[in-house]
């Protein structure tokens, strides 16, 4: 059974050991676990934006907890309070600009494009 109730979470750090920005940053700060105490505080933090939803953490969770959920949730809180990232405001741009994440759509473009 899961939950997306952030108290639920007992720290215990399994979530890190199947969590892929921790193994990329190497910083706790990075990690599940922080961001899952963050949700308990119900902090909105720019951190949210690192959140990945593999489903590996939540399957690590021995406490059933919906991570991707709750991360989305959290992400959603953070937008709200105006918390955002340099990345994230250059894309705005660009889509207001050009209609697409990117800064030009030239077709000798396209190839170097990632796939969304």
């Given at each position: 059974m899961t939950?997306?109730?952030?108290?639920?979470?007992?720290?215990c750090?399994?979530?890190n050991?199947?969590?892929?920005?921790?193994?990329?940053?190497?910083?706790e700060s990075?990690?599940?676990?922080y961001k899952a105490v963050l949700a308990k505080q119900g902090r909105a933090s720019s951190l949210f934006y690192l959140a990945t939803d593999t489903g590996m953490q939540e399957n690590a969770c021995p406490a059933g907890i919906a991570l991707g959920e709750l991360f989305?949730?959290?992400?959603?809180?953070?937008i709200a309070a105006g918390i955002t990232t340099e990345a994230n405001e250059k894309m705005k741009l660009n889509?207001?600009?050009?209609?697409t994440p990117y800064e030009s759509m030239?077709?000798?473009d396209w190839h170097d494009k990632p796939i969304w």
């Amino acid at each position: 059974m899961t939950t997306s109730d952030p108290n639920q979470c007992m720290q215990c750090g399994m979530c890190n050991t199947a969590d892929p920005i921790l193994t990329a940053i190497k910083k706790e700060s990075a990690s599940t676990r922080y961001k899952a105490v963050l949700a308990k505080q119900g902090r909105a933090s720019s951190l949210f934006y690192l959140a990945t939803d593999t489903g590996m953490q939540e399957n690590a969770c021995p406490a059933g907890i919906a991570l991707g959920e709750l991360f989305r949730s959290m992400r959603e809180k953070s937008i709200a309070a105006g918390i955002t990232t340099e990345a994230n405001e250059k894309m705005k741009l660009n889509f207001i600009n050009n209609a697409t994440p990117y800064e030009s759509m030239e077709p000798e473009d396209w190839h170097d494009k990632p796939i969304w």
